[in-house]
């Protein structure tokens, strides 16, 4: 029980807690006679390196607890992966295959151990050992094809292009999600010949190769068998996609169905509060004005017995700024 229960913690409460602490974009709108406090994160290309290692921590941290599987632990350590790889795609400096400056924090993220970034260095050196370590970490994925094809100063985005006409052309195995890549026996499970759900590190690439806010795949890389083989599991994947859009990397208002499987497995795991948090940061509609409001109240009464017992639970729904009739309204039903 206590493992399940610090299992939870960082899974849940951890990543959560540290999205709170982010800056956040308040805006109070009227829901008829009420006043709901909405919020949206709000970030930089400059953040993103402390979110990304902020993030590894807590699933650095999940890796020390003892009674893991080794599946499980085969998953979280693609996460610390997927985050590293976020952060050296899409932080400030690296946009369109441009790598940081030697001033930037943290240069040795994707580079070996021990190689450290020295002031010293000049910057065309340090660009070229960034590139060959991160093509050392693209070549395993792509059986040297890509270093094979292309030149050394070829551009990330034309790496990451070539890498997918690839795919397409059947050059290399497809890009499946890491549980699968490792347990082949799985796969029998899935159609991935109609049911295209790739590994999220390859819709990353892609959409850092393309740089546009139109990228067709958002569903598709957002969805949860992108990175674990649970289809109810949204918890890492949601902390990525609000991450991501923060900084600019895309923008799209449909994606509910990633906000709201997150929010019924935090129901499942009576974390109302937490629940109600999503709700509140969802993307604005035009066309579902009163979505959040609704949402929020309907937790209220179809949870009351869960919230109403854990009086840190009450108080922080109250903090979030939920009328507190809403609440008296739930308790009295």
């Known amino acids: 029980m206590r493992i399940r229960e610090e299992l939870s913690d960082f899974c849940f409460d951890s990543p959560l807690n540290l999205h709170k602490e982010l800056s956040h974009e308040t805006k109070e709108v009227e829901q008829g006679s009420f006043k709901l406090k909405l ?145 082949p026996i799985e796969e029998d499970t899935h159609n991935w010949e109609t049911v295209e759900h790739f590994d999220l590190a390859y819709y990353l690439m892609l959409l850092h190769a393309r740089q546009e806010n139109d990228f067709g795949a958002l569903k598709t890389m957002f969805s949860a068998l992108a990175s674990t083989n649970d289809p109810l599991d949204y918890h890492m994947i949601w902390h990525q996609r609000v991450v991501l859009e923060a900084i600019g990397t895309f923008s799209s208002n449909d994606l509910h169905v990633l906000d709201m499987g997150f929010v019924s497995q935090l129901l499942c795991l009576g974390k109302c509060h937490w629940a109600i948090y999503v709700v509140l940061r969802m993307p604005h509609r035009e066309n579902y004005l009163y979505l959040k409001a609704t949402i929020s109240r309907e937790i209220l009464f179809q949870y009351c017995e869960v919230w109403s017992r854990d009086v840190l639970q009450q108080q922080f729904i109250e903090k979030l700024g939920i009328p507190s009739a809403w609440l008296h309204e739930a308790l009295v039903s």
């Not at 998953?75 to 976020?86: A, D, E, P, S």
Request: proline share 5%.
């Open 39 to 183: 919020q949206k994160l709000v970030s930089n290309r400059m953040m993103l390196s402390e979110i990304c290692w902020s993030n590894i921590g807590i699933i650095e941290r999940q890796l020390e607890v003892t009674g893991l599987s080794y599946a499980s632990r085969g998953l979280l350590m693609h996460q610390v992966m997927v985050w590293k790889l976020i952060k050296f795609l899409f932080s400030s400096g690296n946009i369109s295959g441009k790598s940081k400056s030697v001033k930037s924090d943290n240069e040795e993220d994707m580079m070996p151990d021990g190689m450290e970034s020295a002031p010293e260095i000049e910057l065309e050196a340090l660009l070229l050992m960034r590139r060959a370590d991160f093509g050392c970490w693209l070549q395993e994925g792509v059986y040297h094809r890509v270093q094979e094809e292309l030149p050394l100063d070829t551009s990330l985005p034309d790496v990451f292009n070539t890498y997918q006409k690839l795919v397409n052309d059947g050059r290399v195995p497809n890009p499946v999600p890491v549980y699968i890549d490792e347990d």
